[in-house]
């Protein structure tokens, strides 16, 4: 039986109902899971996080949209929930995975789609639009950038606001190794809540990715948490290689977000056609802390786009 979180009008946030279409799809490095709902001609595909996570937890908060007229279509990434998981580093790459993105959409036929890139979605999502460009309708980067050095100054920032001697306890095991101990895993715990999600519990989709981690993807590519980038991304910049998007792109982050409003303002800046929404009671996932607005948000831009694209 499908679970529903709901706010106390009756509101969805999120849905975890059986897809309408599974489809099992054969890539070079293995077989990934693909999941659709819905039926209609507007086409949502939403490209999770991680990462290293199941697509669950960006998933179920979009599944209704199949009820506002939209076909919402996701896949479990190579490594991740239901698709097969090749022990081998040399695949957690984000042109890889950009080419990966690239056979979902041709294995399903899709030809014009809204794409939706959260996190690290959003950064595969940039890097699959420079390289075939043809299947967008538009792009929603939400909670993501676009020039990781820039990043990687806001996550000092926000582990600076934890005061000097806790960033010097965080500086010290971090060069020792000891990235299990109690001291610096509450610090990362402190961090989580002000800028990853700002709520007392994890909602059940996001227990369910997080269920699945594969953290080898995460360790090689990010690195061991989210304040400590250490993997291949850590230089990773397409700023400049935005101001050639010619399609309708909406930029959303969160007021206390991980990857900062400065991140989303600086891509709207260099983003010829573009809007951006920053959700201020909202970290690192607006469609569980400000669902209604976020929501509103997004399907203004759509009926935006398809409005006036025809």
């Not at 999502?125 to 990043?151: F, Q, V, W």
């Not at 792109?249 to 056609?273: I, K, T």
Request: charged share 20%.
């Amino acid at each position: 039986m499908a679970e529903t979180g709901c706010l106390g009008d009756g509101f969805r946030v999120w849905s975890d109902r059986a897809a309408d279409e599974v489809t099992q799809i054969e890539t070079p490095d293995g077989r990934v899971t693909a999941y659709s709902y819905g039926s209609g001609e507007r086409v949502l595909f939403c490209l999770n996080g991680g990462p290293g996570l199941p697509c669950d937890y960006l998933r179920d908060p979009h599944v209704p949209l199949a009820d506002e007229g939209f076909r919402v279509v996701t896949y479990d990434q190579l490594g991740t929930g239901a698709s097969d998981a090749p022990d081998d580093p040399a695949l957690w790459e984000i042109t890889r995975y950009a080419d990966e993105v690239e056979a979902v959409l041709e294995a399903l036929g899709l030809t014009s789609v809204h794409f939706l890139g959260h996190s690290w979605g959003g950064w595969c999502g940039i890097e699959y639009a420079l390289r075939y460009k043809g299947r967008l309708r538009s792009m929603i980067l939400a909670n993501t950038c676009a020039d990781m050095p820039h990043l990687l100054q806001q996550i000092a920032r926000h582990r600076n606001a934890l005061g000097a001697e806790t960033v010097a306890m965080m500086k010290r095991y971090e060069a020792l190794g000891w990235l299990d101990h109690p001291a610096y895993a509450a610090a990362i715990t402190l961090l989580d809540h002000r800028h990853i999600r700002r709520m007392d519990d994890r909602p059940l989709p996001v227990q369910r990715s997080k269920d699945g981690f594969n953290f080898a993807i995460f360790n090689t590519m990010q690195g061991p948490n989210e304040y400590h980038y250490t993997g291949n991304l850590k230089n990773w910049n397409r700023l400049e290689a935005l101001r050639d998007f010619d399609w309708p792109c909406l930029v959303v982050q969160g007021m206390h977000d991980a990857l900062s409003p400065a991140c989303g303002m600086r891509m709207h800046g260099a983003l010829p056609d573009s809007r951006i929404e920053i959700f201020a009671g909202s970290s690192h996932s607006p469609f569980y802390e400000e669902p209604r607005a976020y929501r509103a948000a997004l399907i203004a831009f759509l009926d935006h786009v398809d409005g006036a694209g025809g």
